[in-house]
């Protein structure tokens, strides 16, 4: 499975980003899929994820939505009330399997990041 992340850039606190990432290679609907992010000299951390079931961390509960088009092989990442702490690079990966996974090892594919900056 190939991974290609975008929809990153820059705003102000409050304001609202999409980030998208395209599968292509195999059965996207197979896969559960996981945004993470990674800010500076932080451990990268999951942020959504969404198979038959969704996560969200708590500290974008209320505010982030995961979803997934199948027919596109396209899995979103809707951000609301952005605040300068969800500043990192947002990855996303995908996990074999029906089950969300929330740990870092259970995903098999990597998109390259895609940097989002929240300035206050």
């Known amino acids: 499975v190939q991974l290609q992340a975008s929809g990153g850039g820059l705003v102000q606190a409050g304001g609202s980003l999409r980030l998208s990432c395209a599968a292509s290679?195999?059965?996207?609907?197979?896969?559960?899929m996981g945004w993470f992010r990674q800010a500076p000299g932080k451990e990268r951390e999951l942020v959504a994820a969404i198979a038959w079931t969704t996560y969200y961390a708590d500290s974008v509960k209320g505010r982030f939505t995961i979803s997934r088009d199948n027919a596109k092989n396209t899995v979103y990442l809707q951000m609301n009330g952005l605040k300068p702490e969800d500043t990192a690079v947002y990855y996303c990966a995908a996990a074999s399997g029906y089950r969300v996974k929330t740990r870092e090892i259970e995903y098999d594919y990597w998109g390259q990041g895609t940097q989002v900056t929240v300035s206050s």
């Open positions: 290679g195999r059965t996207f609907s197979g896969y559960g």
